[in-house]
C-alpha cells in the first residue's frame, strides 16, 4: 500500500498560478503512474492528469493541456501539478493518485489507480 498525502491548495486568482505536491510513501515501487483527478460539488472525480514515474510520458486532460503541468522528482516520491492561468471552472477537491499500469499509456480512468490522498481544496476567484 502507499500512502499519498497532498499539499498546496488554496485560494488563487483567475490567470495565477498554484503549485500542488503530493508527497508518497509506503511501497512506492510498486506504483508506476501517478496522477491528479479532481472532484467539484455535484460532479463526479475526473482525470487532470498522469506520469509514469520511470520514464516521464505525461497525459493530461483537454481543458487543461497547457496550461497545467505534471512532473515528479523519484527521488523525494513527490509528484508535482503546476496550475498556470487557472479558471473559475478548475475550483475542486484535488486529489493524488497512485497506481500500476502496463504499456506506455498513462491511464485517466480512476480505476487505473489504487491509492488515493485526502484531497486539497483549489478556489479560483474571479
Known amino acids: 500500500q502507499v500512502q499519498l498525502v497532498e499539499s498546496g491548495g488554496g485560494l488563487v486568482q483567475a490567470g495565477g498560478s498554484l503549485r500542488l505536491s503530493c508527497a508518497a510513501s509506503?511501497?512506492?515501487?510498486?506504483?508506476?503512474?501517478m496522477g491528479w483527478f479532481r472532484q467539484a460539488p455535484g460532479r463526479e472525480r475526473e482525470f487532470v492528469a498522469g506520469i509514469r514515474r520511470n520514464i516521464g510520458s505525461t497525459n493530461y486532460a483537454a481543458s487543461v493541456k497547457g496550461r497545467f503541468t505534471i512532473s515528479r522528482d523519484n527521488a523525494k516520491n513527490t509528484v508535482y501539478l503546476q496550475m498556470n492561468n487557472p479558471k473559475l471552472e478548475d475550483t475542486a477537491v484535488y486529489y493524488c493518485?497512485?497506481?500500476?499500469?502496463?504499456?506506455?499509456?498513462?491511464?485517466?480512468?480512476?480505476?487505473?489507480?489504487?491509492?488515493w490522498g485526502q484531497g486539497t481544496q483549489v478556489t479560483v476567484s474571479s
Open positions: 509506503g511501497r512506492t515501487f510498486s506504483r508506476n503512474v
Open positions: 493518485a497512485a497506481g500500476f499500469a502496463f504499456g506506455e499509456v498513462v491511464p485517466g480512468s480512476p480505476s487505473a489507480y489504487n491509492d
